[in-house]
Structure formats: structure tokens, C-alpha cells
């Protein structure tokens, strides 16, 4: 993934482990101070959302069921992003640029 600010093209990939523990779509680049957004590829929010609704299915399922094994599985399921989204970004995504300008630029 290409972590350079879209706006004065500083690297922010430093930053990454940063942003994990406090996540916002808006951030201020250190270099610029200019405001930029993250900029998700569909196919991240495709694995999110369809974890989250499997999983949301699943123990839906396990209370209805009364079986707490399937509740075991939803919670597999739900964490299954944290495991298959750093390889979408390494296999697929290395070109994609993590920010975007405030006006939609992803390239200043």
C-alpha cells in the first residue's frame, strides 16, 4: 500500500501502527498539516462488511439454536478480517494509495 500523504507526497507509513489504536477517516499530515482521509478499497470494505454480516448471521443462529459451539464460530468469523486484510494489502493492494485529499485527490 502506498502510504504517501496525497497533497506534499511525504511517507506516512510510519504512522500505520499509530492510527491502529486511535482509528479515524480524517488525520492531519505531519509534513503538510494539510487534512487528508483514508481511501479504502472497495474489496477492504467487502471483507469487513461481509465478515461482520456472517457473523452477525451466525450468532443470530446460536441464540436461536441455543448452541453456544456456533457462537464460538461467529466470533472466529468476525475476527477473520484481522487475519485476511494485511494479506489483501500485501498480495493485492500494493500500488493502492492509503490517503486521499480532502477535496478526493489521491494524487496531488
Known amino acids: 500500500m502506498d502510504y504517501r500523504c496525497p497533497v506534499?507526497?511525504?511517507e506516512l507509513g510510519r504512522r500505520k501502527y499509530a492510527q491502529a489504536v486511535i482509528a479515524r477517516m480524517e488525520i492531519d499530515c505531519?509534513?503538510?498539516h494539510q487534512t487528508?482521509?483514508?481511501h479504502v478499497h472497495p474489496v477492504e470494505a467487502a471483507v469487513s462488511y461481509g465478515a461482520f454480516?456472517?457473523?452477525?448471521?451466525?450468532?443470530g443462529a446460536a441464540y436461536w439454536l441455543q448452541n453456544p459451539t456456533w457462537l464460538?464460530?461467529?466470533?472466529?468469523?468476525?475476527m477473520l478480517p484481522a487475519l485476511v486484510l494485511p494479506l489483501v494489502e500485501?498480495?493485492?493492494?500494493?500500488?493502492?494509495?492509503?490517503?486521499?485529499s480532502r477535496d478526493g485527490?489521491?494524487?496531488g
Open 8 to 10: 506534499c507526497h511525504a
Open 90 to 100: 500485501r498480495v493485492m493492494l500494493r500500488d493502492w494509495p492509503r490517503y486521499a
Open 72 to 78: 464460538l464460530v461467529a466470533i472466529g468469523v468476525a
Open 36 to 38: 487528508i482521509h483514508l
Open 53 to 59: 454480516g456472517i457473523a452477525l448471521a451466525i450468532a
Open 30 to 32: 505531519s509534513h503538510c
Open 105 to 107: 485527490r489521491v494524487d
